[in-house]
T-cell receptor, first 109, second 113 residues
């Protein structure tokens, strides 16, 4: 089955910098989700988006549901060392849920 | 505490030796699923279950079996594991099949030699 196109694959940034990552798909979704996976752990939900055009924040994180329903982005502002991990986007339509390949984020102190 | 529990966390086994990875959730969720995570491929769905006794194939079901005899449990069975099933496996659950968030277990790292 088709997966989502998530970019970039990896990022190396300095503490305090802002980060942006995005997901695109050729299919539309009703829900976009962003997860974070810490080493040795399962993915944990960061932000859920349920409406096209929706912009939602969770602390330093901001995510948007694209108006075409085929894309979403996640921004992290003023990164800190504990932001390190793999970030996954997920698009959902009915019972079908698709994941991006992940963005591995490294934050240098 | 609401959680999804997988066991074991780590497993090394030999080719052909049947194994089961257990998954249990305490949130009374109808929907449960299994994923495998491989480098560069993200999470790919193996099987899912909409409710008790209702299971269906995901994107990569070959070589796997599941059962859903009780709402809380959704074991993953590898009847004859092969090295290409070496991977990191995650169980997840959510309220329903629609647009609701999934909760993941901590993962099972399986190595088949």
């Amino acid at each position: 089955g088709q997966q989502l196109n998530q970019s970039p694959q990896s990022m190396f940034i300095q503490e305090g910098e802002d980060v942006s990552m995005n997901c695109t798909s050729s299919s539309i979704f009703n829900t976009w989700l962003w997860y974070k996976q810490d080493p040795g752990e399962g993915p944990v939900l960061l932000i859920a988006l349920y409406k096209a055009g929706e912009l939602t924040s969770n602390g330093r994180l901001t995510a948007q549901f694209g108006i075409t329903r085929k894309d979403s982005f996640l921004n992290i502002s003023a990164s800190i060392p504990s932001d390190v991990g793999i970030y996954f986007c997920a698009g959902q339509l009915g019972r079908d849920m698709r994941f991006g390949a992940g963005t591995r984020l490294t934050v240098k102190p | 505490e609401a959680q999804v529990t997988q066991n074991p966390r780590y497993l090394i086994t030999v080719t052909g030796k049947k194994l089961t990875v257990t998954c249990s959730q305490n949130m009374n969720h109808e929907y449960m699923s299994w994923y495998r995570q491989d480098p560069g491929l993200g999470l790919r769905q193996i099987y899912y279950s909409m409710n008790v006794e209702v299971t269906d194939k995901g994107d990569v079901p070959e070589g796997y079996k599941v059962s859903r005899k009780e709402k809380r449990n959704f074991p993953l069975i590898l009847e004859s594991p092969s090295p290409n099933q070496t991977s990191l496996y995650f169980c997840a659950s959510k309220v329903g099949g629609g647009g609701t968030e999934a909760f993941f277990g901590q993962g099972t790292r399986l190595t088949v030699v």
